[in-house]
T-cell receptor
Framework: ELKVEQNPLFLSMQEGKNYTIYCNYSTTSDRLYWYRQDPGKSLESLFVLLSNGAVKQEGRLMASLDTKARLSTLHITAAVHDLSATYFCAVDIDRVGGTSYGKLTFGQGTILTVHP | EAQVTQNPRYLITVTGKKLTVTCSQNMNHEYMSWYRQDPGLGLRQIYYSMNVEVTDKGDVPEGYKVSRKEKRNFPLILESPSPNQTSLYFC????????????FGSGTQLSVL
C-alpha cells in the first residue's frame, strides 16, 4: 500500500523567510503533483513532476523530485502572506500488471501560515 | 468558462437515505475522479474513471458507487449513507495522461445524521 507523508503538517512562517515542505512516498513512482487549497476553497494545481531530478518553479515556489530517495520538496522563498494555504502532494502509481495512471494518493497536507 | 460543477454544495441527510452527488465537466476531459477530504487525512480517492464506461476503485470505495455513462458526467452515489461518510467531497477531471493537471470542483459538504 502506497503511503505519502508530508512534513511538517503545520508551518508558521514570517514574511520574507525561506522554508521547505517535504513529501515522502513509499513506493516507486515517477509521477508527483503539488496542489494548493485556500481555506474553504477547492484545490488548484501547482506543479507536475514527471522524472527524477525534475524541477519546476513559479513565483516564490519551487518543487523538485528525487525518485531514488522517493522524496519531493516544495521550497518557499521570501514568503508573503498570499502564500498562506494548505499544500498537498499527490503520487500516482502504476497499476499491477502494467503502466497506468489515475490512482492518486495524497499526503495529509501542510497548513502554511505566513505572518507579517 | 471551463469548469467542473458539483451539486449540491451542502447536503444534510439521514442514515440510510440514498443520495447522489452530481459532477459535470465542460472541458471534454476523459479522466474524472472522486475524493473525500477529512481533517488530518488529506484527500482520499474514492473512484476514478479513465473514460466512458470505464471505472476503477480508489483507496476508499466502500459504501460508494459511480457510473460514467457520458463523458461529461460522473455522479457519486451513496446507496445507504452512514455517519462515517460525513465529509467534504471533491470531483476532479483532466485530459488524462501523465502530465495533465487535475481541475477540481468546488466541493460538496455532506453531513449524515
Amino acid at each position: 500500500e502506497l503511503k505519502v507523508e508530508q512534513n511538517p503538517l503545520f508551518l508558521s512562517m514570517q514574511e520574507g523567510k525561506n522554508y521547505t515542505i517535504y513529501c515522502n512516498y513509499s513506493t516507486t513512482s515517477d509521477r508527483l503533483y503539488w496542489y494548493r487549497q485556500d481555506p474553504g476553497k477547492s484545490l488548484e494545481s501547482l506543479f507536475v513532476l514527471l522524472s527524477n531530478g525534475a524541477v519546476k518553479q513559479e513565483g516564490r515556489l519551487m518543487a523538485s523530485l528525487d525518485t531514488k530517495a522517493r522524496l519531493s520538496t516544495l521550497h518557499i522563498t521570501a514568503a508573503v502572506h498570499d502564500l498562506s494555504a494548505t499544500y498537498f502532494c499527490a503520487v500516482d502509481i502504476d497499476r499491477v500488471g502494467g503502466t497506468s495512471y489515475g490512482k492518486l494518493t495524497f499526503g495529509q497536507g501542510t497548513i502554511l501560515t505566513v505572518h507579517p | 468558462e471551463a469548469q467542473v460543477t458539483q451539486n449540491p454544495r451542502y447536503l444534510i441527510t439521514v442514515t440510510g437515505k440514498k443520495l447522489t452527488v452530481t459532477c459535470s465537466q465542460n472541458m471534454n476531459h476523459e479522466y474524472m475522479s472522486w475524493y473525500r477530504q477529512d481533517p488530518g487525512l488529506g484527500l482520499r480517492q474514492i473512484y476514478y474513471s479513465m473514460n466512458v464506461e470505464v471505472t476503477d476503485k480508489g483507496d476508499v470505495p466502500e459504501g460508494y458507487k459511480v457510473s460514467r455513462k457520458e463523458k461529461r458526467n460522473f455522479p457519486l452515489i451513496l446507496e445507504s449513507p452512514s455517519p462515517n461518510q460525513t465529509s467534504l467531497y471533491f470531483c476532479a477531471s483532466s485530459f488524462g495522461g501523465r502530465n495533465e493537471k487535475l481541475f477540481f470542483g468546488s466541493g460538496t459538504q455532506l453531513s449524515v445524521l
